[in-house]
């Protein structure tokens, strides 16, 4: 069998496989970060060219093959969601704008006896962002594909839960591909929120909220986030494939980076390096606040920068 068919023969049954899989529920792994290890692709791809021996060739041409699919399969499935059996495809030219799309709101009551509050997101390739407060516990409004989201509340003692999902993804063909979210939530709670997306814009100003924990994993994506210093310590935990990242943390509040980036363009104001992909702001160990930022992305460009204002 000559290398070329053995490369294309394994790349298609590859690519099919995962897919089908996908489509019945029995892959049940996350190859959100497979993808990142395209790089290997050129390894394996100069690794051919030391060798003559077809046996070796032919080892790493399956090997190159299958790292392919597999990353294809994963870069597409994490931004578009292409292979999920809830994506829906629309090719009617004759729909409208006003038929196809609309506005949404969505809305949770504030109980005041409420101290604790946990946000999971799920958005496709879009706009999203979280800014200004509310009376209400949580309030949204996106534009879109009719029905795009749910939201659903779970209460337990003084913690709720919120669960923002998209019911279905879908993709048209005539232009209109519109997703915006505009979200809004209460400051009085201690927040825990977790965010899954794929090729998205996110710009979310948390300054004005006390937070527990920030759980971001996306896609390629464009990301900028402020945080603030309500609460004593703050974690933010971000995972990102090609993305552009930009960090806003008070200046009155000690930082710690856990820098885990991979051929990312970065810029830490301010920052000292105190080990191994660990960074600190000069006034770390004696702020009464502190912020930990666990970052790890593909090829990104990453910038974390200080403020003094409230301005974005």
């Known amino acids: 069998m000559k290398i070329r068919q053995l490369f294309w023969g394994l790349f298609f049954v590859t690519f099919g496989v995962l897919i089908l899989f996908s489509n019945i529920g029995l892959l049940n792994i996350n190859l959100h970060y497979f993808w990142k290890l395209w790089p290997l692709i050129l390894i394996l ?18 090997i190159s093959a299958i790292v392919i699919a597999a990353s294809l399969f994963a870069f597409f499935n994490s931004i578009f969601g292409f292979f999920n059996n809830d994506f829906v495809f629309n090719d009617n030219k004759e729909s409208s704008f006003t038929s196809s799309f609309d506005s949404s709101h969505f ?6 006896s409420i101290t604790k509050a946990e946000l999971n997101l799920e958005i496709g390739a879009g706009t999203f962002s979280i800014q200004d407060t509310t009376n209400e516990l949580f309030k949204a409004n996106s534009t879109g594909h009719k029905s795009y989201y749910q939201l659903e509340r779970e209460n337990s003692g003084d913690k709720t839960i919120l669960n923002f999902t998209m ?12 997703n915006n979210v505009d979200i809004k939530l209460n400051p009085k709670p201690i927040w825990n929120i977790n965010l899954k997306g794929g090729a998205a814009e996110i710009l979310c100003d948390l300054s004005s909220y ?12 464009k990301i900028k986030v402020k945080l603030g210093d309500k609460t004593l310590v703050t974690n933010l935990n971000l995972d ?10 008070p200046k009155n509040a000690g930082c710690e980076i856990i820098n885990k980036t991979a051929l990312s363009e970065k ?5 000292n390096k105190t080990g191994s992909n660990i960074y600190e702001t000069a006034n770390f160990n004696q702020s009464k606040n502190k912020i930990f930022l666990n970052l790890n992305a593909g090829v990104s460009s990453i910038h974390v920068k200080r403020y003094d204002s409230d301005s974005l």
């Open 45 to 62: 791809l100069g690794l051919s060219h030391f060798t003559t021996n077809s046996i070796i060739k032919g080892i790493l041409a399956a």
């Open 107 to 112: 809305t949770e009551s504030f109980d005041p």
């Open 167 to 178: 019911k279905k993804r879908s993709f048209t063909f005539n232009g209109n591909n519109e």
């Open 210 to 221: 006390k937070l527990d924990q920030i759980n971001i994993n996306m896609g390629a994506a």
């Open 240 to 249: 990102a494939g090609a993305s552009s990242i930009e960090l806003l943390v």
């Open 267 to 271: 810029e830490f104001q301010d920052f």
